[in-house]
Nanobody
Framework: VQLQASGGGLVQLGGSLTLSCAVS????????VGWFRQPPGKAREGVAC????????WYTDPLKGRATISRDSAKNTAYLQMNNLKPEDTADYYC????????????????WGQGTQVTVSS
């Protein structure tokens, strides 16, 4: 499984960004996908995730009402749209993938993509 994250960048206070996470090497919908973020000098934290049934996506409290996570199964891509961005949203954002069935011998439970940097300027 490989994850390719993109969409980070520099955005002004109150602006919007959409992060993308393209998934390859996994041929079923038995996975959850989401993002963690790591602000400068702080620990990595969960931001949002969505399961294969796309029911009940989860968001960290600071992003509730400002973010929408979605997935396009046809494109094997997940998206995180963030609006009304604040300086405290500045972080490296990491795409995360979890297999939600028993992994095969060639799989593992969790995979990570490379970080994509989001910087919110005030």
């Amino acid at each position: 499984v490989q994850l390719q994250a993109s969409g980070g960048g520099l955005v002004q206070l109150g602006g919007s960004l959409t992060l993308s996470c393209a998934v390859s090497g996994f041929d079923s919908d038995d996975y959850a996908v989401g993002w963690f973020r790591q602000p400068p000098g702080k620990a990595r934290e969960g931001v949002a995730c969505i399961a294969g049934d796309e029911e009940s996506p989860w968001y960290t409290d600071p992003l509730k009402g400002r973010a929408t996570i979605s997935r396009d199964s046809a494109k094997n891509t997940a998206y995180l749209q963030m609006n009304n961005l604040k300086p405290e949203d500045t972080a490296d954002y990491y795409c995360w993938f979890r297999v939600t069935r028993t992994p095969t011998s060639a799989e593992q439970w969790d995979y990570w993509g490379q970080g994509t940097q989001v910087t919110v300027s005030s």
